[in-house]
C-alpha cells in the first residue's frame, strides 16, 4: 500500500474541520443518552405497550439504523459493539412480540422489511469479520433463493406482498380485515381499489358493509401475487455475497431483477407493480399494471416504487458494473417525469405535504416542477417535487452524462434555490441532496460549514426533546423512538465519502471512499482528523484531510469505495517544502509566515492509501480512479 505524508502546515483551521469533529463529539454524547434513556441494559427498547399494531416491528430496529454507519466513519470505538447489542436485543424482543422467527421477519412488505434490515446491513459492512452476523446474512438470503417457500421459479416471482421467514403470507393478515373511514391516517392516500361497486368515494367507507367488502377485496387481491417493492428484497442476496462471492446470491438477484426489467420493458417503459400467481401482470386487478400493495396506486406510488426499483437498480450494479443495469432504477423516473408541470406545493393537492413544506420552507409557495408520484383509471395524479435520492444515487453509481444531465434537468425546472440548506430532519434522514449537489459543481461553496451547522443544530433538538420527554412508555407508539433517534449521518457521508444517504427502504451502503484508522485497526477516521470531499468526477475524487491534533499524528487509510472494487492510479498532493519557509516561523514574530505549498504526483495503483498526518498539518489530494478493478466485498481491516 502506497503511503504518503502530509506536509502542508494547517495554519487557521478551517471552520468546516472544526464543525466536522464537534459533530462526531455531540453524535457520541447523542447516542449514549438515547440508550441511556430508552433501551434496557439486554439491548432492547424499553416498551410496555400493546403488540395489535401490525406496523411495529420496523420501528424498532428503525431507533438505531444509522448507528452502524456513524461507527464506519469514525465514530466511537463502542458504537458498534452497542449496534449488535441494541440489534440481539431488539430480535429477542420482537420474537417474543412474535413478529419475528429464527431472527427474521415472519412476513411484511418490502417497504417495511427495507427499513428493519439498515441496521443489519451496517453491522455487516462494519465488521464482516463477525460470523454470527455472516452466518445471518446467509440464513436471510436462503429465505428467498430458488428452492425457498418464497420464490416461484417456474414465474420468476415473489409469492406475496407480505412474505419472511415462514414464507409467503397471503392476504394482509390481521391488517384491514376492514377497511373503513376511521384509518383517519389512511385517508390521503385514498381508496386502496377504486373498481368495486358502491364504493367510489372515502366517504363510503363509513357503511361498514362497504368497509367489509374493501378489506375482503384487499386480502385477495393486493394480498397475492408478486409486487415491486419486493424488489427491495435483493439487498439481502447482495449483501451475503459481499462475504465471499457465492454465485448463488448474485444469479438469483440479477434473474429476479432481470424478470422485473422485462415486465417494464412490456409496459412501454413503466414498471407495473403487479404480477400475478400465474406470473401475469395484472393478473389480480383487471390487466391492470397498477394496483398492487406499496404500488403506483394506493398508497405512495413513486415513492415506494421508485424507491425499490432505485435499490435494485444500485443492486445490479454492483454485482455486474454495467450502467444499463441501472434502467430499472431510471426508467420510472423517466415515466412520471415526462408529465412534469409547474405549480407551487402551497397550491396543490398532494398525499404528502409536510414533507415538502419542511425541504422547500418559505419557497413552497412558488411554482416548481412536480410530477405525478400515482397512477389509476383515470392516469397519473397526486403531483409532488421530484424526491432527488432516486436520481442522485444512480448518478453516485454511474457518474454518467446521462444521470448527470437528468439532475441538471432537474435544477433548471426548480422553481426553488438549491443552495438553501433548511434546519429539518425526515423520517429518512434525507433531503438536502439539492444544496449538496450544488456544492459539488461548484456553486455552493458555504455548503460543508452550513450542512454541518444545521446537523450540530438537529442534534440539539433531539436531545432537548430526549430530556423533556416524559411519554408514558407503556402508551407510546411505535414511532416515538425513531423520531427521537439523535444520530445523524447524512452530512458526514456526503461530506466525508461523497455519498448520498442511504436508500431507506432496504438498500446497501457503496460509499465512494471509505476509511480505516491505521492505528486502532478499525473502520472510520482517525479521531482529530476531519475529511471533505470537494468534488466528484467519473475518473477521480477530490479529498482534504486535515489533522486538528496539537499533538499526535494520525494515519489514516483511504480506501477507493466501500466494498474497495476500484483503484486509485496516481494522486495528485499538496506538498510543504522541505525547507527554506520558516514554518512554524521565529518566536520573536508576531504573525507566522505565509505558508507555500505545491503540487506533486504519486502513483499509487491500488485501492487503498495510507496518509501520514503529522499534529497540525493537511493534504489535498486529487485521486484519479479506475472503476470496477475487482469484484466488491465486504473489506476486512
Known amino acids: ?93 420482537l420474537t417474543e412480540l412474535g413478529y419475528l422467527v429464527d431472527e427474521y421477519e415472519r412476513g411484511y412488505d ?31 438470503a436462503e429465505l428467498y ?17 407480505h412474505n419472511g421467514a415462514v414464507g409467503p403470507r397471503y392476504g394482509l393478515q390481521w391488517e384491514w380485515a376492514s377497511y373503513h373511514t376511521d384509518l383517519v391516517s389512511m385517508r390521503p392516500f385514498g381508496l386502496p381499489l377504486r373498481d368495486l361497486p358502491g364504493i367510489t368515494r372515502w366517504e363510503d367507507l363509513a357503511d361498514p358493509c362497504n368497509a367489509a367488502r374493501m378489506g375482503a377485496a384487499m386480502r385477495e387481491r393486493i394480498g397475492r401475487g408478486d409486487v415491486a417493492v419486493n424488489l427491495a428484497a435483493t439487498s439481502l442476496a447482495v449483501n451475503a455475497w459481499l462475504y465471499d462471492g457465492e454465485d448463488r446470491y448474485r444469479d438469483w438477484a440479477l434473474r429476479y431483477i432481470g424478470a422485473w426489467q422485462r415486465r417494464a420493458e412490456a409496459n412501454n417503459g413503466v414498471i407495473p407493480d403487479n404480477v400475478g400467481p400465474s406470473g401475469i401482470v395484472g393478473e389480480l386487478h383487471g390487466g391492470r399494471w397498477y394496483g398492487g400493495n406499496y ?63 419542511a425541504e422547500l420552507g418559505d419557497e413552497a409557495g412558488k411554482p416548481t416542477m412536480l410530477v405525478p408520484n400515482r397512477h389509476d383509471d383515470s392516469g397519473w395524479f397526486d403531483f409532488q417535487p421530484p424526491q432527488l435520492g432516486f436520481p442522485v444515487w444512480l448518478w453516485h453509481r454511474s457518474l454518467g452524462r446521462p444521470d448527470a444531465d437528468r439532475l441538471e434537468r432537474l435544477r433548471r425546472a426548480s422553481g426553488y434555490d438549491w443552495t438553501v440548506v433548511r434546519p429539518f430532519r425526515n423520517k429518512e434522514e434525507a433531503g438536502h441532496e439539492a444544496p449538496w449537489l450544488e456544492y459539488l459543481r461548484g456553486a455552493n461553496p458555504a455548503y460543508p460549514e ?4 444545521t446537523a450540530l443544530g438537529q442534534v440539539q433538538r433531539r436531545m432537548a426533546l430526549i430530556e423533556a420527554d416524559d411519554a408514558d412508555l407503556a402508551t407510546i407508539h411505535v414511532h416515538h ?37 491505521a492505528d486502532k485497526h478499525r473502520p472510520g477516521l482517525p479521531p482529530d482528523v476531519a475529511a471533505l470531499v470537494g468534488a466528484v468526477r467519473a ?41 527554506g519557509d520558516g514554518y512554524p ?46 469484484t466488491p466485498s465486504h473489506q476486512h481491516y
Open 1 to 93: 500500500m502506497r503511503e504518503i505524508r502530509a506536509t502542508v502546515p494547517l495554519g487557521a483551521p478551517p471552520a468546516w474541520a472544526v464543525l466536522e469533529r464537534r459533530l462526531f463529539d455531540a453524535l457520541d454524547e447523542a447516542w449514549r443518552a438515547f440508550a441511556a434513556r430508552y433501551c434496557a441494559p439486554d439491548g432492547r427498547l424499553i416498551y410496555h405497550g400493546p403488540a395489535a399494531d401490525r406496523d411495529g416491528a420496523d420501528d424498532f430496529y428503525e431507533a438505531f439504523f444509522n448507528w452502524p454507519t456513524l461507527y464506519q466513519l469514525g465514530g466511537a470505538d463502542d458504537l458498534l459493539e452497542a449496534a449488535k447489542h441494541h440489534w440481539e436485543g431488539v430480535t429477542a424482543q
Open 450 to 453: 452550513r450542512m454541518l451547522t
Open 481 to 517: 423512538w425513531q423520531r427521537l433517534n439523535p444520530v445523524l449521518t447524512e452530512a458526514l457521508l456526503q461530506l466525508v465519502t461523497g455519498t448520498p444517504q442511504v436508500l431507506y427502504n432496504g438498500g446497501l451502503l457503496p460509499t465512494r471512499l471509505a476509511y480505516f484508522d
Open 295 to 357: 404500488g403506483w396506486q394506493w398508497p405512495h406510488g413513486l415513492y415506494s416504487v421508485g424507491a425499490a426499483a432505485a435499490i435494485a437498480a444500485v443492486n445490479a450494479h454492483l454485482l455486474t458494473g454495467d450502467d444499463a443495469a441501472l434502467a430499472i432504477g431510471r426508467d420510472p423516473l423517466e415515466a412520471v417525469y415526462e408529465h412534469a408541470r409547474q405549480a407551487a406545493v402551497t397550491e396543490t393537492e398532494m398525499s404528502i405535504s409536510d414533507r415538502w413544506l
Open 585 to 630: 516561523g521565529d518566536p520573536r514574530d508576531y504573525t507566522a509566515p505565509p505558508i507555500h505549498e505545491s503540487e506533486q504526483e504519486v502513483a499509487v495503483h491500488g485501492p487503498r492509501l495510507l496518509v501520514e498526518l503529522p499534529p497540525g498539518r493537511r493534504i489535498r489530494l486529487d485521486l484519479h480512479t479506475t472503476a470496477r478493478v475487482r
Open 110 to 140: 418490502w417497504f417495511h422489511q427495507g427499513e428493519s434490515m439498515l441496521l443489519f446491513y451496517g453491522i455487516c459492512a462494519a465488521d464482516p469479520r463477525d460470523e454470527r452476523f455472516a452466518a445471518r446474512a446467509r440464513r436471510f
Open 145 to 161: 433463493l430458488p428452492g425457498s417457500a418464497n420464490y416461484d421459479s417456474e414465474h420468476d416471482i415473489i409469492r406475496a406482498p
Open 539 to 579: 475518473d477521480g475524487t477530490e479529498l482534504e484531510l486535515v489533522n486538528l491534533s496539537l499533538s499526535r499524528t494520525r494515519r489514516v487509510v483511504v480506501q477507493a469505495g466501500q466494498f474497495a472494487e476500484h483503484d486509485f492510479d496516481h494522486a495528485t498532493v499538496t506538498a510543504a517544502p522541505a525547507s
